[in-house]
């Protein structure tokens, strides 16, 4: 059915509200200057001290900068000898890198099903993808929403498969009681603006393994056996070595200096995004056709994404409240993407994937953002409520 929207004059002529928008000022621009006017941009002293800030924040012990969460992902699997002949399972519901990745170092993605609560892999959807040539899970905490990953780690280690945890979405997230990425084996994480932190594009990828760290460090940079910066601050010629055939995934002084400043605000970003959605989710709470993502029993969610689902009794489709929102100048997103939908992936074997496809077509993602006022959140909501037919508050 189509909803009829009249928005008023007056709704009409007010700013849109952006789905996202980073938390930016001053400080940050400060921090980038000062990168600059240092004489040195590249990978350097700034690079160096994000990653080790950044690896205490999460609780690992090596953090290993890069240029952003894809190439996190892609040496992840490299790293571990992942490639041609192994499949790696991933959940088709998530930004496509995930599935990528796989892709990048000739391996082969089969795609597991999520759980319609969470949107999340489980031990069960796993299981019921793994082949004989699974080598490695990719698990995603989607939106924030922190995975059960001590149970999926278990199913990978009796396995003998490989777990790379993609933290994307998950800088702030909270598992049973320490942050998403705590003591992890191996992590992703993004740094792109439609996540929390943000460098502009960068991303991370934590280890507990030093050797492991040392072999990233190495191969994010043309599998040198001497960083540049190194070199740069010797007085002396040192001679490099090629050790292996590496990539060139660095990150910049400049995006650094800019990573940790927003990383000194990353607890004051999760504590106003759950502030912003839990009056969300208060607000909506009688509106039978609207479910809003939670929390999970074992962590807290950083709410990087704020979805709902439209229920199928619902008297607007997903698609037209979209269409109500936007018209009363509010920026709402279609929710999760999932791979096994999109052309790069078509003809790739897929098996059923019915909590991929009803997260897919029937959730929509709401804006959150630092700066959101009162107001408009309001207009959110009422624009919401007016378009499902559900009335005032
Ligand atoms: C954003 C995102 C990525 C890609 O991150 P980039 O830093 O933009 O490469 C990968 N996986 C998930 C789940 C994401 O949300």
Redesign the pocket.
């Known amino acids: 059915m189509t909803v009829t929207v009249s928005p008023t004059p007056t709704i009409k002529a007010q700013p849109v509200i952006p789905v996202m928008k980073p938390w930016l000022d001053e400080t940050e621009a400060a921090a980038a200057a000062d990168a600059v006017l240092s004489g040195w941009v590249a990978q350097g002293p700034r690079v160096k001290a994000f990653e080790a800030e950044f690896a205490l924040s999460v609780g690992a012990s090596h953090g290993i900068a890069v240029s952003?969460?894809?190439t996190a992902l892609h040496l992840g699997l490299y790293a571990h000898g992942i490639g041609r002949g192994d499949d790696v399972l991933v959940p088709s519901l998530?930004?496509i890198?995930?599935t990528n990745a796989a892709r990048y170092v000739g391996a082969n993605p089969v795609f597991a099903d999520v759980d319609p609560i969470t949107a999340n892999v489980t031990v069960e959807t796993l299981e019921a993808a793994l082949t004989p040539a699974t080598r490695a899970v990719i698990v995603?905490h989607?939106g924030g929403v922190p995975a059960d990953v001590d149970a999926i780690a278990a199913f990978c280690r009796d396995r003998d498969v490989v777990m790379i945890e993609?933290a994307?979405?998950s800088a702030g997230s909270r598992y049973k009681g320490n942050p998403v990425g705590f003591r992890s084996p191996l992590a992703s994480w993004?740094f792109?603006p439609?996540?929390l932190l943000t460098t502009g594009?960068g991303?991370m990828v934590s280890v507990e393994d030093g050797d492991l760290a040392a072999r990233l460090r190495r191969l994010r940079e043309h599998g040198m056996s001497v960083s540049a910066a190194d070199r740069h601050a010797a007085v002396g010629p040192v001679r490099e070595g090629y050790l292996e055939v590496g990539f060139n995934f660095r990150m910049t002084d400049i995006q650094a200096a800019v990573g940790l400043v927003q990383l000194g605000k990353l607890s004051a970003m999760v504590q106003r995004r759950r502030s912003i959605v839990a009056a969300y989710q208060a607000r909506l709470a009688d509106v039978g056709v609207i479910r809003t993502v939670v929390d999970p029993p074992w962590g807290q969610s950083n709410f990087q994404s704020f979805w709902i689902e439209i229920s199928r009794d619902s008297p607007a489709t997903r698609d037209e409240v979209l269409a109500a929102l936007a018209a009363d100048g509010i920026s709402a997103r279609h929710g999760i993407m999932a791979a096994h939908r999109q052309p790069a992936y078509a003809g790739h074997p897929t098996g059923s994937l019915p909590g991929t496809d009803l997260i897919t077509d029937h959730t929509l993602i709401l804006p959150v953002f630092h700066q959101m006022t009162e107001d408009e959140q309001s207009r959110v909501v009422e624009s919401l409520r007016r378009a499902v037919g559900a009335g005032a508050e």
Do not use: I, N, P, Y
């Open positions: 952003s969460c894809t998530s930004f890198a995930t995603v989607q993609d994307a979405c993004s792109h439609r996540k594009e991303g």
